[in-house]
């Protein structure tokens, strides 16, 4: 009898649906079928792959009203499912146009060496499983953000969704279902941790987004089997505020940065450092700006944040703000979880009296509270900002590029946003990696993402009227 999970409505509480989990023998049944199909999804070449992609995205657009349904029945909020799909379609578009170069070879082939008589040619093999694990802060965006890349890259994919937000995965289904080539190419397994660790079990090469905590487990499995792993993590994002930055401009960006999606962003502004004389201005356009936020209550279109999506996420942003206070902390706006209809939500909320011995600076929260803290000098907010675990992205604001560049340069992180906040959410063309326990392999964005999928091989030829002068005799 297979294990059976239920599922909660976050704008609810009440859990509606169960889950059916697939267990080890399942997980092995699809890579076997996905290991079989593999090979003739490579022989389609990249403009066959190309084409089979876009097919997979105009099937995903045609569905967009039960996609978003799904996502809000998922997550409880509308504006960001609709955000979550235009992403992915616009994903797939910038994929499919992009792959054909980054995946040809350009040049003689074969190549010159560096050895006269030597010819080279790279021809790269894609790993033939990956295996994509996802959470459930944006549940149908970070699933297909390592497929997409994967599948053009020539693998076929397991993909394992969060057991949170599971809903969205049966439109999912049912659009790979109208593209035939991606049958047993692409499958979608349903499940809970135990079904994500029988997943890194069975595939040659893993891409993980969730936590920190379950990252580790699954970097140590990889490693115990000797394959890569992208693990990409959680984050504690700085926000640096120097003294001559336009106040309103970035307590406009911090807001949003740090508070879309109700906080459940790993890319979020967790932290704010504003620069002493300019402080309390700075918190005051915060606080102005923030009351303005409200929930998404009761209509789902109403507000802008929508509930806490996951139960277990509800006590750790209160124990975070319990913290805070216990510890001296001032609530200038928000602070109180209410619950409404059965759904946990939380205004914006903007703290200060805040120091590195609370939760709220070096746990991440993963919701919409924004602690602010005064920094003396340059050198002060670059200490504050690197005193943390995690290093996946920050935000410098001041008054002109060049000046906010030198502290960002300073900064532990592999995404800097320059008076602005967040943006590796919104623009994926740059290269980057995520520092410190915030994860680990080479960038899931940028050219480099695809090339993550696909091993070196290096063919070394020798023209037939040459020999090796270090032959023997
Ligand atoms: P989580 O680690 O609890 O779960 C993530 C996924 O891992 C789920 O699908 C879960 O079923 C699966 N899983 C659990 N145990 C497993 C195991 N032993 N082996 C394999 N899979 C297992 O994370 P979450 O609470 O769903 O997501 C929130 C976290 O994700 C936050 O820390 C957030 O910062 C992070 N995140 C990171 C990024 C990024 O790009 N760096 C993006 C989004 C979210």
Redesign the pocket.
Known sequence: MARQIGVRDPRTGRTDETLRCADAAEVAAAADRARAAQPGWLALGTAGRVAALRALRDAIAERDTAMTAALVRDTGRLQVSRLEIDSVLASLDRWCERAPGLLGTAGPDPAPTSMPGIGLRQAPLPYPLVGA??????PLL?AMIDVVPALLAGSAVLL?????TPRFAAVLRACVAEVPALDGVLTVVDG??AT??AV?DTVDLICF??????GR??GAAAAARFIPAFL????KDPAIVCADADLDRAAQAVLYGGTVNTGHS?MSIERVYAAEPVFEEFVDLLVARARKVGPAYPEVTDGELGPII?AAQVEIIRDHLADAVARGASVRCGGEIRVLGGGAYLEPTVLTGVDHSMKVMRE?T?GPVLPVMAFADADEAVRLANDSEYG?SAAVFAATTEAALAVGERLEAGGISVNDASLTGFVQDGEKN?FKS??LGGSRMGPASIRRFQRQRSFLIRSPEDRAPWWFG
Do not use: Q
Request: charged share 15%; with cysteine; net charge negative.
């Open positions: 694990i996802s959470p459930w802060n944006f970070l394992k969704p969060s057991e949170i809970d941790g994500g660790a890194v987004t969730g936590s920190v905590r379950t487990a699954v990409e993590l959680g984050g790993c996951s991440e993963f996946l995520a915030s994860g």
